[in-house]
């Protein structure tokens, strides 16, 4: 048996895409794309900013041509990664070079990650090429060349990070050395995680042939003072419903449990609470099935942003200019205080920026953002 080892999709320790898609055999098989260069990722956590900096992938691809990527993602994060077209493999790293990676050579890597122990373990791959960021003499993190400098400085100094108005894809894309025609992140689900979505929905008793608008409370735990209040979510809630009879389903994860359990009782039939114990690729489904996202700046915003949903995010605490929302959707930001994108974990002021966002605003996107979504839904064909 000929095996082309040299193509992309091949593994050596498992079938590949094509034969267990219909049976062909290597030598024969129409699909062979032999690897140009091999690419190694290092973009660990969180899953929100993993998920982000697929924006570079179409990029690599347009520079590179058929290179084989391999991306190195915490196990939190690895799953958003699944059925992506342009990674070819995931490993899962903790704080040591994962067996698979240890012996192997690459053309380049690209750590995309300022932590140092992502940089640690870029340091320590096997490349003809580095870019991003690796560890200095001294153990701690340098950036490797001047495209990387500016997110390094940002991510050191506050006043930068307020100061900046670009995007988060335009400084990665400039880090990655690549200029894609299109930046959208990318996030495949596939059709039996879609159709286990709508039968949860379901059963939950959403009727799946109106708009849904998913409205994500929480923030979680590293910066809780990204979520909007519960009583701005339960108002928002009962006019969009009065006066356009859209269901709403609340989400978030095992943080916002009994947040949402309060609105779900105050709110009533109004909304369908999706409950808070899915896994991440579940959960994504469900964002997935909203039309419109009412959310802070989350992994749920960044799931919506690129399965191409309308979004109203809601900024205080981080930076809007650095979301990216592709022409779907808003951003609503405090304009009450004096003291935005300070990044801070705790807070002495009350009312805090969060607290600030009016309700007329938020509603008002919403509508915009509904209107808009119903405009491009496509129209049933006439008898």
């Not at 697929?54 to 939190?76: D, F, N, Q």
């Not at 006019?239 to 916002?256: D, K, N, S, W, Y």
Request: aromatic share 4%; glycine share 8%; hydrophobic share 40%.
């Amino acid at each position: 048996m000929t095996w082309r080892r040299d193509c992309r999709r091949f593994r050596g320790d498992e079938p590949c895409a094509p034969h267990k898609q219909s049976g062909v055999l290597c030598a024969a098989c129409g699909d062979y794309e032999p690897v140009g260069r091999r690419v190694v990722i290092v973009k660990q956590n969180a899953p929100g900013d993993v998920l982000r900096t697929t924006s570079i992938l179409r990029g690599l691809r347009a520079k590179l041509g058929a290179c084989h990527v391999t991306w190195v993602a915490a196990e939190g994060a690895a799953p958003l990664l699944r059925e992506n077209p342009l990674v070819d493999r995931i490993v899962v790293a903790g704080e040591h070079v994962p067996l698979p990676l240890a012996t192997e050579e690459f053309d380049l890597a690209l750590n995309l990650d300022a932590a140092q122990a992502s940089c640690a373990l870029a340091s320590a791959l096997q490349a003809k090429e580095r870019r991003g960021f690796a560890l200095g003499p001294d153990f701690k993190p340098v950036p490797l060349h001047p495209e990387a400098e500016t997110w390094f400085e940002m991510g050191l100094r506050d006043d930068l990070k307020r100061a900046n108005r670009r995007t988060y894809q335009d400084l990665t894309c400039e880090i990655a050395g690549v200029r894609p025609a299109d930046a959208r992140p990318i996030l495949e689900l596939t059709p039996d995680e879609r159709a286990a979505a709508r039968r949860f929905l379901a059963r939950a008793g959403a009727d799946l042939e109106r708009p849904l608008l998913g409205v994500n409370t929480g923030a979680g735990g590293r910066w809780p003072l990204k979520k909007w209040t519960a009583e701005g979510f339960r108002q928002l809630i009962e006019r969009v419903t009065q006066e356009t009879g859209t269901r709403v389903l609340l989400l978030g994860g095992p943080l916002e449990a009994e947040r949402n359990s309060r609105l779900a009782a105050a709110c009533g039939e109004r909304v369908v609470d999706c409950r808070t114990d899915h896994d991440l690729r579940s959960f994504a489904t469900l964002v997935d099935q909203c039309e419109v996202l009412v959310s802070g700046d989350t992994l749920a915003m960044q799931i919506a942003i690129a399965r191409g949903r309308h979004v109203v995010a809601l900024f205080g605490p981080t930076s809007p200019h650095e979301i990216e929302l592709f022409g779907r959707g808003e951003k609503i930001v405090s304009s009450a205080v004096d003291c935005l994108v300070c990044y801070r974990r705790q807070c002495d002021r009350d009312p805090n920026c969060m607290n600030t966002i009016p309700v007329e605003a938020v509603h008002g996107a919403v509508m915009r953002q509904l209107g808009l979504a119903a405009a491009a839904r496509p129209r049933a064909e006439p008898c």
